[in-house]
């Protein structure tokens, strides 16, 4: 706080001249606020700040108070008022710094007097409205239906039209992004409420040749309002809505519960009433809520409605009203329709209606579909009870744990709806699909042979199998693209699997799947998604994810669910962590945690919010990797329990380890795991044909171990399976205790790096390759001896503790160096220091965008 209140009232000295235009440096510092860059920010506002610019100082103090440096914010909105006590900006600061610590009562204060101040400042009513949810508020003001019908965007053949600012009809392209909106540290309600943010993030969007956002959910207002903002501002360029209408499963899946379907359709009354800036929505658990006073109906271009059914919801449903029958809406009809689909068709029917009758506006409309309920035939897609008479006919293991969905058992059809003469915006269809899943999609021949313009691609061949059915009314894909994540939950053939991929990786796939959607005649891509969330989880590591409700507090680079950002939302303050090749002073400075003479000299450790960080100190110079190795053994809990014996030999450990580091070279290097300790049935049971749907091993413990071994952690990403016709598909997996050598510079996936001029071997690996299920707790994998089934166990762990030995080939199976040093030719316990983290409950974290960023700018910069 010092430094900052030093700057702002230091005066200027005769060579540092105040700005010649205050207010154009403000404003930029702002435009720099919008887009997150708070240093640049800071920078702009600083000059004019020590010049006696009040706005100046103000928006350092939003900088500060975005910095969670309240005391600072705190103080710079008191010195703003102390010029100018109606100073509205500064009044807001101080209502937001209350706010952040806690304090309901001085918030509502602050923003009182702030809306007295400027009543028509929407922002203010609604931190009001979280404040004091009993105060005094205005109503909102009386709004007529237009007596013109409101159509600004329709459906034309089998793509979109839309009117543009001079009211002509013009074809549009859908170039989306699908807006997940949670921050580190927050649930998947915890919206962001900042205004400022949502512009910012608008400006950067748009700037990337988006046209189109879609939500799944209602967003809180200030989401709305710097939209209308930024339509306003860019009238020739505007950003449309595709808004979705959310629900959960109905009870016992009947989707005629009439409870739940009220809900449902109270949902879309919401959402129509939103969009045209007149709804007043109470808190309720889960949702957003506060006034929503910001008509965007101009620019909404679409709905989406629903969630992806499961495929077994559906197939209740139908199997209890069978047969065909025939819909007739006011909008929309179906002819020969099973249940789900005419259930779809009067769902979309009822909220076009809706907004008919309120608001005299139409839309095009659809509903959430995905490839697990596609109206395609898969032939490579056994159903359970086919391909469990398939592994009895050849004798394989015909159960599992667990058996994922029916791929292929039922579908829905969009092409069994039509709008009805009193339709003019049309009906589309909707798929979330990605091109790893589901397996029929790997497998199918037809899809296998297919290429686009670019080559092969079994995702080209699935999406002009869409395209052909779908052949009179437009098609779009509403989610797709892979994650940037270390882990792997699915392998594809071209490589655009469930994760894996670095950064730059990522955003190479994501441009060409972009490329090949519309290639394949889809009407759009709205990719997935806009930020990283760290509250997500993915099937292969959600187990190992505990407490469950913890996850969002910090980043799992295993899981592949919390990489999909464009804005890439990373573990620790900018600057300040040690970078693999990167400045070798933030390694020096980790904690010592055992130190030596010898040729290894010291291991130093220390955390973020996504990795561990090991830094081993050797002479500077190269390292003849073909005849060494350098071997690095880790304890995560209880050092009475482990392999006590390292496997290069030669030495005796007192206590034991559960991981052993092995540095071999770039291309040679892994992570090993003691057996026991592996959640996972490795590679074996491929090897065994034991591998129907069995992916983890149980009990995950660990003992005493003397017998120096440490396996590979491979993890099986696709199951076995057989086709309809009895072809057999091997399960696949892969290793993933594989190190990736590199700098952080060369791959945001490189795991180690050899600094020859530092002298430091650098090692990152993420807390969920460890098996700790929860960093901001200590929290790691731990079942009892005789847990056979069940949810994992769990143990908090005391701390880590290292132990480092250097071999060369072709000597005596001892190492020719250790750390900590051996005592005849033990390790001994006392030796050993425990490294502890701190723990947390509120994550730090900072943003920057991910090379995809700039991928898709040049890809939708393209006609």
Not at 12 to 26: F, I, K, N, R, W
Not at 142 to 164: H, M
Not at 429 to 434: I, K, P
Request: charged share 20%; hydrophobic share 40%; with cysteine.
């Amino acid at each position: 706080m010092g430094l900052v209140l030093a700057l702002v009232s230091r005066p200027l000295s005769a060579q540092t001249p105040c700005p010649e235009d205050p207010a154009a440096q403000v404003a930029e510092g702002w435009r720099a606020y919008r887009a997150d860059s708070l240093a640049a920010a800071a920078a702009q506002f600083t000059p004019s700040a020590r010049c006696g610019s009040l706005p100046a100082v103000i928006g350092l103090g939003f900088v500060e108070l975005r910095r969670g440096r309240l005391e600072s914010a705190d103080s710079l909105f008191a010195a703003a008022l102390g010029q100018d006590s109606m100073q509205v900006d500064a009044w807001e600061g101080v209502a937001r710094v209350a706010w952040r610590r806690g304090d309901p009562s001085a918030t509502a204060a602050a923003a009182t007097t702030a809306f007295r101040l400027a009543p028509d400042r929407v922002d203010l009513r609604e931190l009001l409205d979280r404040a004091a949810p009993d105060w005094d508020r205005p109503p909102l003001p009386p709004r007529r239906r237009p007596e013109a019908l409101q159509l600004f965007s329709r459906t034309a053949g089998t793509g979109f039209e839309v009117q543009d600012a001079m009211g002509r009809w013009v074809p549009f392209y859908l170039q989306g992004v699908n807006m997940g909106v949670a921050l580190p540290g927050k649930f998947p309600s915890e919206f962001p409420t900042d205004s400022a943010l949502y512009a910012g993030w608008f400006d950067t969007l748009a700037a990337m040749n988006a046209n189109v956002l879609r939500l799944y959910t209602i967003l809180p207002p200030a989401f709305y309002r710097a939209f209308l903002a930024h339509n306003r501002k860019q009238p020739d360029r505007p950003l449309w809505l595709v808004h979705g209408v959310w629900t959960e499963l109905p009870p016992e899946h009947d989707f005629d519960d009439i409870a739940w379907r009220n809900e449902f359709r109270a949902e879309m009354r919401h959402v129509v009433n939103l969009v045209h800036g007149a709804a007043e929505l109470s808190p309720r658990p889960g949702h957003a809520a506060g006034r929503y006073d910001a008509d965007v109906s101009r620019w909404t271009l679409a709905y989406i409605i629903g969630r992806e059914w499961e495929p077994f919801a559906v197939k209740a449903f139908d199997s209890v009203h069978p047969g065909t029958a025939a819909f007739a809406g006011r909008y929309l009809k179906a002819e020969n329709a099973p249940a789900m689909d005419r259930w779809m068709a009067a769902q979309s029917d009822y909220m076009l209606s809706y907004e008919m009758e309120k608001w005299n506006a139409l839309r095009p409309i659809a509903y959430t579909n995905w490839p697990t309920l596609d109206p395609l035939h898969h032939p490579t897609e056994a159903g359970t009870a086919e391909e469990r008479g398939w592994r009895r006919r050849t004798g394989r293991p015909a159960e599992g744990d667990k058996l994922e969905y029916e791929n292929d058992a039922i579908g829905l059809d969009a092409n069994l709806i039509s709008p009805t003469a009193e339709n003019p915006a049309g009906w589309f269809a909707s798929y979330h699909a990605y091109p790893y899943y589901p397996d029929f999609m790997l497998y199918d021949p037809g899809y296998r042979a297919a290429r686009s313009s670019e080559g092969p691609s079994t995702y080209f061949g699935y999406l002009t199998d869409l395209r052909r059915h779908h052949s009179e009314i437009p098609f779009i894909i509403s989610e797709y693209g892979v994650p940037s994540s270390r882990g792997n939950a699915h392998l594809q053939p071209q490589g655009w699997s469930h994760g894996g991929h670095d950064e730059g990786e990522m955003a190479a796939i994501d441009a060409r799947l972009t490329r090949e959607i519309r290639e394949s005649g889809a009407a759009g891509a709205i990719i997935f998604a806009w930020t990283d969330e760290w509250f997500k989880k993915n099937w292969i590591v959600i187990d190992f994810e505990q407490p469950g409700d913890r996850n969002r507090l910090w980043l799992n680079a295993m899981d592949a669910e919390q990489n999909y950002g464009i804005l890439g939302q990373y573990a620790g303050p900018a600057g300040a962590g040690p970078v693999l090749g990167g400045e070798p002073s933030r390694w020096h400075n980790l904690e010592s945690v055992q130190s030596g003479t010898g040729y290894l000299r010291a291991i130093r450790a220390g955390s973020d919010e996504g990795y561990l960080y090991l830094a081993l100190e050797v002479p500077a110079g190269p390292i003849r990797w073909d005849s060494v190795t350098v071997d690095l053994a880790i304890d995560t809990y209880n050092p009475a329990a482990g392999q006590y014996t390292p496997p290069g030999g030669g030495i005796r450990s007192e206590i034991g380890f559960e991981y052993l580091l092995r540095l071999r070279g770039p291309d040679r290097s892994v992570l090993r795991v003691l057996p026991a300790y592996n959640p996972y049935v490795g590679e074996s049971s491929i090897l065994e044909g034991d591998d129907f749907g069995r992916f983890y091993r149980r009990p995950v413990t660990t003992g005493v171990e003397t017998d120096g071994r440490f396996d590979p952690m491979f993890v099986i990403t696709n199951r076995a399976r057989f086709g309809r016709d009895g072809t057999f598909f091997p399960a696949q997996g892969y290793d993933r205790g594989r190190l990736r050598f590199g700098t952080g510079s060369e791959s945001s996936l490189s795991d180690w790096y050899h600094d020859e001029s530092a002298g430091l071997i650098e090692i990152r690996l993420p807390w969920g390759l460890l098996n700790v299920t929860d960093p901001s707790s200590r929290t790691i994998l731990m079942d009892r001896s005789d847990q056979l089934g069940g949810e994992f166990g769990t143990a908090v762990t005391d701390g880590f503790r290292f132990g480092a030995l250097l071999y060369r080939s072709g000597a005596v199976a001892a190492p020719v160096a250790a750390l900590p040093s051996p005592s005849e030719g033990r390790w001994p316990a006392s030796a050993f220091t425990t490294w502890r983290w701190d723990r947390w409950e509120i994550p730090t974290s900072h943003s920057r965008l991910k090379p995809v960023y700039d991928s898709l700018q040049a890809t939708w910069s393209s006609p």
